[in-house]
């Protein structure tokens, strides 16, 4: 193949795009077919194809230049490039009168509310300076066509505006119904809606049915603001409410009483003067005449009417009236706004002894969004409904409702095994329904923590709650005199459950039966940010010190107290005080005291450990043993339910190891807490103490 060849398929090729090009050009469709069918039949037929297509080509060109087709090619990369060249924009806002088209695009660009920027017609690509526009407003188009208005570039980044707002207190059958009533006697104000947005603002309309049920000064009206993202006031309008109150004239009308004459017929009885006649009146020319039927005769009657004495003033409360308001932002001849971030919609009144009423309230912001589409809209009006944290067992536990339950190895008494339960932290089973106690037959029937060991008939779970749900065995609970009495519970491997013998003698100890133990569900995937522990002080040594207030934080009344015990030699001889948690900041003894609080008896290093309940301000757990000298023992104290919990474990070798468990009130305090190490009402101990850590549970 020659390069002549080449050459005419080079150009054969280009004549052909520059047809089909030129074919999309065409005002009607079914005429381009028509073309694109015969250079179809061309291709096909013709063999000498190249020389037609050459010389097309050349038709083509030279009726283009003539025409004008080729324009549309410039055209299209000036869409390419954003550039609308001749249109006419609405509305615009002159910025300058010596920019460059492209500092004129950077002014619209950095406008969130700018859709079109403008410079004179044929001036776009001088790089002159000249005449600068930009479009604003919430209705911005164009019109025209080219050669018309001036050279326009559209801003990519622009967003179509949104709208945000709220309809309350639309009833279906009846518009004058009240919805919201402030207070009468006082200052008063009514939050109607609150919501949370991202946007520039640019228009309000509300739309309230109100009136002001008043008769002296005018009580106020409905409040919308906006607020930017550091809480100030960005906007503020109110819709004033009408005064519905008018006299009217009321008459006042009074009864009174006159005689009249009145012309009546005779009865068919003889009368007298119109009554009935005497027995002993027997002439006629006595006092009076006779009257028989059918005769006419006159008389006086007593009549009673009512007769208008004057008018009284009224005042008479009026309707619900309709009143709708529009303001204005960010638009040529009115404020500029800049962004919010909330919406506050209320009614408010200045307390002058009178109250507003409103039955409808229908408001609309329209205005740019800075964040998502819909400018990151959220409602603050109707309070969420909490969200329960997420619950779990620890790993090797197995739920069932709101309870763990795990499966322990080897068989023991009663005693034994509540005694190994407690000592993880747990009970044994505690059955609340038919799950749970499906769930303690898989892992293995055995004891149960429900007893009536406190009193005989009465039985509790070990947590001290009754419950409802139960599953004697048949006759059961019989307490078995012979065997001593029993008096906790166990279940058989059908699920039922039977009394055994729980005393901690010859007895009981014959009776020993695998178990499991249970514990309440704990609150998981909390993340670091937001722990409960609190940190008080670290694994520094400290020696209490006197009114030492170290932290205040935020207590629950379920919580967790552990710190590192060092005692120093020597002995006090009245009371000395280790650490002291308070929420009112006094000494003793009511609910908000201790919680908790630690000291050392008089005289000795035996521990004195108090936590505050609603029923015993000084309520608490003495350990027996005293801390030796140089001895480091880790105190924990937990309180949570029903339940207090105090262990003591020596860390050296030297420090004794307790663990004790009881009731306690569940009905506490909490709130913010003030942590002292040592308080201002005692002399301080002779000890150090570490690792001092508070959790919330």
């Known amino acids: 193949m020659n390069i002549t060849k080449i050459t005419a398929t080079i150009l054969a090729v280009l004549a052909t795009v520059g047809v089909l090009f030129l074919i999309g050009y065409l005002p009607y469709r079914f005429v381009g077919y028509i073309l694109l069918l015969m250079i179809v039949y061309l291709y096909v037929t013709l063999s000498q194809i190249d020389d037609i297509l050459l010389r097309s080509l050349g038709l083509i060109t030279i009726m283009g230049i ?12 000036k869409q390419l490039l954003n550039f609308r060249e001749g249109f006419y924009v609405s509305p615009l806002k002159k910025i300058s009168d010596a920019l460059t088209a492209r ?55 622009y967003r179509q505006p949104i709208t945000v707002g709220e309809r309350r ?45 008043g008769w002296g000064n005018r009580t106020w009206g409905i409040y919308v603001v906006g607020y930017d993202a550091r809480g100030k006031e960005a906007f503020k309008e109110v819709l004033k ?39 002993w009146i027997f002439r006629k020319w006595l006092w009076g005449h006779w009257h028989y039927r059918n005769q006419y005769y006159w008389t006086t009657i007593r009549r009673t009417g009512r007769r208008l004495v004057r008018y009284n003033k009224k005042n008479v409360q009026g309707g619900l009236q309709t009143k709708n308001l529009i303001a204005n932002y960010n638009i040529p001849n009115y404020k500029n706004v800049g962004p919010i971030t909330r919406i506050k919609v209320y009614a408010e009144t200045r307390g002058q002894g009178h109250a507003l009423e409103a039955g409808r309230v229908d408001w609309r912001v329209r205005g740019w969004p800075l964040g998502g589409s819909r400018g990151g809209i959220k409602d603050y009006s109707r309070k969420p409904k909490p969200r329960r944290p997420p619950v779990c067992c620890p790993s090797g536990w197995r739920r069932a409702g709101n309870r763990c339950y795990k499966r322990q190895w080897g068989k023991r008494t009663w005693n034994q095994a509540a005694q190994h339960c407690r000592n993880q932290g747990a009970t044994l089973p505690i059955i609340g329904n038919q799950t749970q106690n499906n769930m303690v037959l898989r892992l293995g029937a055995g004891w149960l923590g429900y007893s009536d060991r406190h009193q005989e008939g009465r039985w509790r ?84 010190r006197k009114n030492n207030l170290v932290r205040s934080f935020v207590m629950k009344k379920d919580y967790k107290l552990e710190f590192h015990l060092h005692a120093k030699p020597g002995r006090v001889s009245g009371w000395s005080n280790i650490l002291h948690s308070t929420l009112s900041r006094n000494n003793c003894c009511n609910r908000r005291d201790r919680v908790p609080a630690v000291w050392f008896f008089p005289g000795s290093k035996r521990l004195h450990i108090r936590t505050s309940t609603n029923s015993v301000g000084n309520y608490g757990h003495d350990p027996p043993m005293q801390i030796p000298d140089h001895a480091n023992v880790q105190v924990t104290i937990i309180v949570q339910g029903s339940r207090l919990t105090v262990r003591l474990r020596g860390t050296n070798g030297k420090g004794p190891n307790y663990n004790w468990q009881g009731r306690i009130d569940p009905n506490r305090q909490s709130g913010t807490t003030y942590f002292y190490v040592s308080d201002p009402w005692y002399v301080p101990a002779l000890c150090y103490v570490q690792n001092v850590k508070f959790t919330n549970l």
Request: a positive charge; glycine letters at 10%.
């Open 103 to 157: 500092q004129c695009q950077d002014t619209c660009q950095s406008a969130k509310m700018c859709k079109y920027s403008q410079v004179p017609l044929g001036t776009i690509w001088s790089g002159a300076k000249n005449a600068c526009w930009n479009s604003y407003g919430l209705n911005q188009n164009t019109s025209g066509s080219k050669r018309q208005g001036g050279d326009t570039w559209q801003n990519r980044l």
């Open 66 to 77: 003539i025409v004008g087709w080729w324009t549309g090619l410039f055209d299209g990369l």
């Open 461 to 544: 779970w070990e947590d001290g709650s009754t419950g409802n749900f139960t599953k004697w065995s048949r006759g059961e609970p019989n307490d078995y005199r012979s065997l001593g009495g029993e008096d906790v519970a166990g279940m058989y491997s059908n699920g039922t459950w039977n009394d055994w013998p729980g005393a901690a003698n010859r007895v009981g100890n014959r009776y020993r039966f695998q178990h499991s133990c249970s514990r309440p569900v704990q609150n998981c995937g909390i993340s670091r940010r937001s722990s409960p522990t609190i940190s008080i002080i670290g694994r520094k040594w400290v020696t209490p």
């Open 241 to 279: 409410a009408p005064r519905t109150s008018r006299q009217v004239n009321t008459p006042v009308y009074q009864n009174y009483t006159y005689n009249q004459r009145v012309r009546r017929r005779g009865r068919r009885s003889r009368y007298w003067h119109g009554k009935r006649a005497p027995a």
């Open 169 to 213: 207190g639309y009833h279906q059958w009846n518009s004058s119904v009240v919805t919201w009533k402030t207070n009468s006697g006082r200052k008063h104000r009514l939050m109607i809606s609150d919501v949370r947005v991202n946007m520039i603002p640019a228009q309000l309309r509300l739309y309230v049915s109100l009136r002001d049920q």
